[in-house]
C-alpha cells in the first residue's frame, strides 16, 4: 500500500524541524566515536533536585500509578496557584488549573482553544520553534511578526498594533525567551499589556524559563495587572525549573471558561498527565523551600558559563544581543559567508552553516531558520565549560577559514 496517500493536508503541512535533522547527524557521529560538542538543546544539565526523586520514588512505592483526571491531582493544582501568588497572580481557585504533558501541551491546547478556521494568532520572531506550526496544527494562521535587534528582538506595541486585523484572537509571548534570550523589563510588558487590554487580545504568554534570569528581573505577565487575569493563559512547566524534562509535566492558567474548554480537549487525547511525576512536582511546589539551593546552584553556573559564552562570541566579532535570561543566544553569521560544498543548495545560510560544521568539527548549533531567522544560529550555553570552550575554539577555525 502506499502509505504517503494516506497522509492528512495539515500533518504535511507541519515541517521537520532542523534541529530533528541534526539530531540525525549527531547520532551518525556517536556511533562513529567521533567526538561531538553539542550546543543544541536546551535541557538543564544539572540533575533533578533530590527533594522532587525522593517524592517521586514515595509516590510510587505508594502505588499512585493510575489515572488521574484531565485537570490533573488537586494537589498539583493547588500548588500551581501557590506558585502563582508567589509570582504576583493572586485569586485563582482550581478551576483556572490544567495539568499538562509539559508546557509544550499547555501551550497546544491554549490554540486548539481559540483558533477557528481563519484566526490568526500573532507570532512575534524570532519565536519558539513550534509556535507557528502548533498554531496551524490547531486550525489557526500564525501571524509572522519581525522583531528587530535594534529593539533586542522585543515586540513593541507599536509592532503589536499593526499586525491585529479583525481576524486576531490571541498573541504569544515568551518571557524570558528562547531563543534570544531576552527580557522584558516591567514598562515594556506593560505597555503590550494596554494595547492588549484596549484591543481585547488573548495573551498566551510562556513562561518557562522564569527561573532563569541572569540580568533584570523577570515579571510575570499576568502579575501585571488584577484585569489581565481575564485574558492571559499562563503557560509553565516543570522541565526547565526542576530539570525534569522527560517527565513531562506543564500547567496553564487562566480564565476558567478557557481552562476548562483546554481540559475538556485533554480528555480526549491523553485523559491526564502521568501520575507518579504529578506527585513529585506538587511537593516541588507546596515546598519551595526543599529545591531553591540546587535551582539557586545551577543559575549561578548558568551565568558564569553564559559569560564565558559571549566572551568566545565578542572574540569572534559576531553580533547578538546579550541574552539575559534563558539558556541560549543568537548570534548572527557574517555577511557573505560561503559555505563549500552548499553553494547551490536551496537553503539559509543558518542551516548550510549548521551542517557544515557540524559535518566537519562535530560541533553542533541550531539553524536559526528553525526561530524565524535564516542568518542566525541558535547555541546553547549551559553546557559545561571544557564544552564551550573546546567547541567554540572549533566554531572560531571554522569561520576564520570560511572568511
Ligand atoms: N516553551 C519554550 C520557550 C521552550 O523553550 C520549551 C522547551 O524547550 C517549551 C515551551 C516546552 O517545554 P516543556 O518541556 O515543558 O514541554
Known amino acids: 500500500m502506499r502509505c504517503e496517500r494516506l497522509i492528512s493536508g495539515p500533518a504535511r503541512k ?24 553539542s550546543f543544541l538543546v536546551g535541557d538543564s544539565v544539572f540533575p533533578m533536585p533530590d527533594y522532587i526523586k525522593y517524592r517521586e ?16 491531582i488537586p494537589e498539583l493544582r493547588e500548588g500551581v496557584i501557590a506558585d502563582c501568588e ?9 478551576e483556572n488549573v490544567i495539568i499538562t504533558d509539559g508546557g ?5 491546547l491554549a490554540f486548539k482553544t481559540v483558533c477557528d478556521l481563519d484566526s490568526e494568532v500573532i507570532v512575534p520572531s524570532p519565536y519558539y520553534m513550534f509556535y507557528p506550526d502548533q498554531v496551524k496544527i490547531a486550525g489557526g494562521i500564525p501571524k509572522i511578526v519581525p522583531t528587530s535587534f535594534a529593539q533586542g528582538f522585543k515586540l513593541t506595541p507599536e509592532l503589536l498594533e499593526e499586525a491585529i486585523t479583525e481576524k486576531t484572537k490571541a498573541l504569544v509571548l515568551n518571557n524570558p525567551h528562547n531563543p534570544t534570550g531576552a527580557v522584558y523589563t516591567r514598562e515594556e510588558l506593560r505597555t503590550l499589556a494596554e494595547v492588549a487590554k484596549e484591543r481585547e487580545l488573548l495573551v498566551i504568554t510562556d513562561e518557562v524559563y522564569d527561573k532563569y534570569v541572569y540580568e533584570g528581573e523577570y515579571i510575570c505577565f499576568a502579575s501585571l495587572d488584577p484585569d489581565l487575569r481575564e485574558q492571559t493563559i499562563t503557560i509553565n512547566s516543570a522541565s526547565k525549573r526542576f530539570a525534569m524534562s522527560g517527565e513531562r509535566i506543564g500547567w496553564a492558567v487562566g480564565p476558567k471558561e478557557l481552562i476548562s474548554c483546554m ?7 491523553t485523559y491526564g498527565a502521568g501520575s507518579v511525576a504529578q506527585w513529585a512536582v506538587a511537593a516541588a511546589l507546596e515546598h519551595p523551600e526543599h529545591t531553591a539551593e540546587e535551582i539557586e546552584a545551577a543559575i549561578a553556573a548558568y551565568r558564569i558559563r553564559r559569560d564565558l559564552m559571549l566572551k568566545y562570541l565578542d572574540n ?14 543568537f548570534p548572527e553569521l557574517p555577511d ?12 539559509s545560510l543558518s542551516e548550510k552553516f549548521a551542517f557544515y560544521l557540524l559535518e566537519e568539527t562535530g560541533v553542533a548549533v541550531a539553524p536559526g531558520i528553525d526561530f524565524g531567522s535564516g542568518n542566525h544560529i541558535r547555541i546553547t550555553f549551559i553546557v559545561d565549560e571544557k564544552t564551550i570552550k573546546e567547541g567554540m575554539e572549533k566554531v572560531g577555525n571554522v569561520l576564520a577559514d570560511l572568511k
Do not use: W
Not at 104 to 108: G, S, T, W
Open 86 to 94: 508567589r509570582q504576583g497572580i493572586a485569586g485563582f481557585n482550581e
Open 57 to 72: 520514588m514515595e509516590a510510587l512505592c505508594l502505588g499512585k500509578t493510575k489515572y488521574t483526571h484531565p485537570e490533573g
Open 104 to 108: 509544550l501541551e499547555a501551550l497546544y
Open 14 to 37: 507541519v515541517s521537520v524541524t532542523k534541529i530533528t535533522e541534526m539530531r540525525r547527524m549527531i547520532s551518525q557521529i556517536q556511533q562513529s566515536g567521533k567526538p561531538f560538542y
Open 316 to 329: 569572534l566579532k559576531l553580533r547578538y544581543v546579550r541574552p539575559q535570561g534563558a539558556f541560549y543566544v
Open 263 to 269: 481540559i475538556n480537549l485533554k480528555n480526549y487525547t
Open 336 to 347: 557573505g559567508l560561503i559555505i563549500p560544498g552548499y553553494e547551490k543548495k536551496d537553503l
